[in-house]
């Protein structure tokens, strides 16, 4: 099963970046176009900057967490056992 992309999420906002470089070079939009165009590239670049920052936060979080004891064969906690 194939899924859907979110559009709200980090590579759809990239995606509609990369569309907006694309009209303001080879495009002819006006001056007011253009600056519209502008301003929506700036908020998705902030946008895509605060979902970069969270993903390193969570990577950061997850990469301090002491791992996960070891289980025993019967599904306890590990308690110096081997499983075999």
Do not use: H, W, Y
């Not at 979110?6 to 080879?26: M, S």
């Not at 969570?58 to 075999?84: C, H, I, K, T």
């Amino acid at each position: 099963m194939s899924k859907v992309p979110d559009p709200n999420g980090f590579e759809a906002k990239l995606d509609r970046i990369d569309a907006i470089v694309n009209l303001l070079q080879n495009g002819q939009p006006t001056l007011e176009e253009s600056i519209a165009l502008f301003k929506e590239g700036k908020g998705l670049a902030r946008e895509c900057e605060a979902l970069l920052k969270s993903a390193q936060s969570q990577v950061d979080e997850a990469m301090a967490e002491p791992p996960a004891p070891p289980r025993s064969a019967n599904g306890g906690e590990g308690g110096g056992e081997l499983p075999f």
